[in-house]
């Protein structure tokens, strides 16, 4: 398919802000650069994307107490949720090649190298007042205008 000269000339406006920001980061222009990229079909994405598929397998497992715990687990079941390998072929790519590449926001500490649970006690010793929460279906409640990027 042959583009104009516009939108070569915008893709390579945007790669080059995209590589001025980061130079580690790739360059993805499409879904299907991305599954070219991954080696991952474009259909298979496609119909992730437009939610024809489900590409989760959920199940549920029970949580084990642990040793020498009196009390029982206030929710008795941790839920998995696994990815469809295809899908997860497509999250480590991005994981290796999008997010390693980047610094994390100072404040993040899951999945994040040379930080631990410790490390993000540290941080509120002394304080006054912590509030503890666990939000529930966090991720599901996001659309996907929301969670959008943007580059400064």
């Known amino acids: ?23 580690n980061l790739p360059v993805v222009f499409t879904l299907h650069h991305l599954s070219h990229l991954c080696d ?7 119909n992730v994307v437009f939610r ?9 497992v ?10 029982k687990p206030a929710r008795r079941y941790r839920t998995i949720c696994v990815p469809h390998p295809l899908l997860m072929r497509t999250q480590r790519w991005i994981a290796q090649n999008i997010l390693n590449a980047i610094s994390p926001h100072e404040a993040s500490y899951a999945f994040t190298l040379d930080r631990d649970l410790v490390k993000a006690a ?26 959008v990027l943007r580059f400064p």
């Open 40 to 46: 991952v079909s474009s259909e298979f994405l496609q």
């Open 62 to 71: 029970r949580k084990r107490g642990k040793p020498n715990e009196i009390a």
């Open 52 to 60: 024809k598929v489900d590409p989760y397998r959920v199940f549920r």
């Open 1 to 23: 398919m042959l583009r104009s000269e516009d939108t070569i000339n915008a893709a390579v406006a945007t790669a080059r802000n995209i590589k001025r920001i980061n130079s």
């Open 122 to 147: 540290e941080r509120h010793v002394g304080a006054k007042w912590l509030v503890k929460m666990d939000v529930r279906n966090f991720f599901e409640s996001i659309s996907e205008k929301a969670s």
